[in-house]
T-cell receptor, first 113, second 113 residues
C-alpha cells in the first residue's frame, strides 16, 4: 500500500520569497509522484510528475520538486512566490505498476503582498 | 472546451433524494474515476472503471453507484442522499500507462440538506 503525508496544512509566504511544500510518502514499490494544484473553484491541474527518470523535476509556473528515495520525500519548491500561487496543493503517489492515486491531505498556500 | 466536463457544477438536494452526477471526456482515455474531496482529507476514490465493461469499487463506495455508458461517459449516482455526502466530487480520466497521471474535471459541489 502507498500513502502520502503533507507535513504542513497551511503555508503563508510573502510575495517574492521562496515557497517550500513538504511531502513524505510510503510505498512498497517504485513510486510515481505528482504535485497537483487546485485554485479556488477550479479542478486539479498537474504541476509536475516524477516517474523514475531524473530526480529533480521541473514543472509549470516555476515549480520544481526533488525525489529523495533515502528520505522518502518529494518536496515542492519555487524560488519566488507570486500572488497567483495562492491555492491548495496536493502531493500524490502511485506505484509504477498501478493506476490508483493516493492523495495527501493538501497544503493551502497564502501569499502576502 | 474542457477535456473532462462535469455536470452539474453545483447542486443542492434534499435528504433521501436520488441524484446523478455526470462526467464526459474527450481525451479518448479508457480509465475513468470518481473522487470525493472533503476538507483536510484530500481526495478519496469512490469508483473506477478501466473500460465500459469493467467497474470497480474504490475505498469509499458505500452509498454510491456508477454507470459507464460509453468510453467517454461515466456517471455517479447517490441512490438516497444523506447530509454526510455533502462534498466536492471530481471525475478524472487517465490512459493505460502504468504510473500515469490523471486529468480532472472542474468538480461538482453537492450539498445535501
Amino acid at each position: 500500500a502507498q500513502s502520502v503525508t503533507q507535513l504542513d496544512s497551511h503555508v503563508s509566504v510573502s510575495e517574492g520569497t521562496p515557497v517550500l511544500l513538504r511531502c513524505n510518502y510510503s510505498s512498497s514499490y517504485s513510486p510515481s509522484l505528482f504535485w497537483y494544484v487546485q485554485h479556488p473553484n477550479k479542478g486539479l491541474q498537474l504541476l509536475l510528475k516524477y516517474t523514475s527518470a531524473a530526480t529533480l523535476v521541473k514543472g509549470i509556473n516555476g515549480f520544481e520538486a526533488e525525489f529523495k528515495k533515502s528520505e522518502t520525500s518529494f518536496h515542492l519548491t519555487k524560488p519566488s512566490a507570486h500572488m497567483s500561487d495562492a491555492a491548495e496543493y496536493f502531493c500524490v503517489v502511485t506505484r509504477l505498476d498501478d493506476y490508483k492515486l493516493s492523495f495527501g491531505a493538501g497544503t493551502t498556500v497564502t501569499v502576502r503582498a | 472546451d474542457a477535456d473532462v466536463t462535469q455536470t452539474p457544477r453545483n447542486r443542492i438536494t434534499k435528504t433521501g433524494k436520488r441524484i446523478m452526477l455526470e462526467c464526459s471526456q474527450t481525451k479518448g482515455h479508457d480509465r475513468m474515476y470518481w473522487y470525493r474531496q472533503d476538507p483536510g482529507l484530500g481526495l478519496r476514490l469512490i469508483y473506477y472503471s478501466f473500460d465500459v465493461k469493467d467497474i470497480n469499487k474504490g475505498e469509499i463506495s458505500d452509498g454510491y453507484s456508477v454507470s459507464r455508458q460509453a468510453q467517454a461517459k461515466f456517471s455517479l449516482s447517490l441512490e438516497s442522499a444523506i447530509p454526510n455526502q455533502t462534498a466536492l466530487y471530481f471525475c478524472a480520466t487517465s490512459d493505460n500507462r502504468v504510473g500515469t497521471e490523471a486529468f480532472f474535471g472542474q468538480g461538482t459541489r453537492l450539498t445535501v440538506v
